[in-house]
């Protein structure tokens, strides 16, 4: 069973940034694809891109791919995602996803942008 | 991209009844259908990958199937932890596209 976990809650004020992280200790880090996915309150998930471990390649949807990087540490097998010049419409939670099918999930990561 | 059409967006059901949801692809991608199962303030939770196939876990009542671009997932009697709700995901092709999702209701 891999576990994933997710760094803690963030405040921030419109027009700054926010880095999320996701941690696993599965020994087969270099091996995994992590997703990132984005569920605004109430509404349904929206899935944002992806960083493969080995190479480091990323793939992002088209309307994140502006403001979002995701990068990795393959040291401390811990994935990010950086969210750029954050609107008040990107207060949701974050998720990352381990894997092609996004077999494994991280609890969560609430971002609140407000001024 | 690809759609997938999900439906119902929600339904209502009792315990003990069988509950089917479907999602419809765009364009064919094989058997590469993910289910996944959010009870409310919880992170969604992998049922189905393979579209058939099941997680470790995951109890035998639930199941998936596939005909051609059409998807479902079934619950086939209904638990009181079964009410949530249920999403499905395309994974052959970037960028990954969820359903719009059904919530299951009492």
């Known amino acids: 069973q891999v576990h994933l976990v997710q760094s803690g809650a963030e405040v921030q004020k419109p027009g700054a940034s926010v880095k999320v992280s996701c941690k696993t200790s599965d020994y087969n880090f270099n091996s995994y694809a992590f997703n990132w996915v984005r569920q605004v309150p109430g509404q349904g998930l929206e899935w944002m891109g992806v960083i493969t471990t080995q190479s480091g390649n990323t793939n992002y949807e088209l309307k994140f791919q502006d403001r979002v990087t995701m990068t990795r540490d393959t040291a401390t097998s811990t994935v990010y995602m950086e969210v750029r010049n954050l609107r008040s419409d990107d207060t949701a939670m974050y998720y990352c996803?381990?894997?092609?099918?996004?077999?494994?999930w991280g609890q969560g990561t609430l971002v609140t942008v407000s001024s | 991209d690809i759609q997938m059409t999900q439906s119902p967006s929600s339904l209502s059901a009792s315990i003990g009844d069988r509950v089917t949801i479907t999602c419809r692809a765009s364009q064919d991608i094989g058997w590469h259908v993910s289910w996944f199962q959010q009870r409310p303030g919880k992170a969604p939770k992998s049922l189905i990958y393979?579209?058939?196939s099941l997680q470790p876990g995951v109890p035998s009542r639930i199941s998936g199937s596939r005909s051609g671009t059409d998807f479902t997932l079934t619950l086939s009697s209904l638990q009181s932890e079964d009410f949530a709700a249920y999403y499905c995901?395309?994974?052959?092709?970037?960028?990954?596209?969820f359903g719009q999702g059904t919530r299951v209701d009492i």
């Open positions: 995901l395309q994974y052959k092709a970037y960028p990954r596209t």
């Open positions: 393979g579209a058939t």
């Open positions: 996803a381990l894997g092609s099918g996004l077999d494994y």
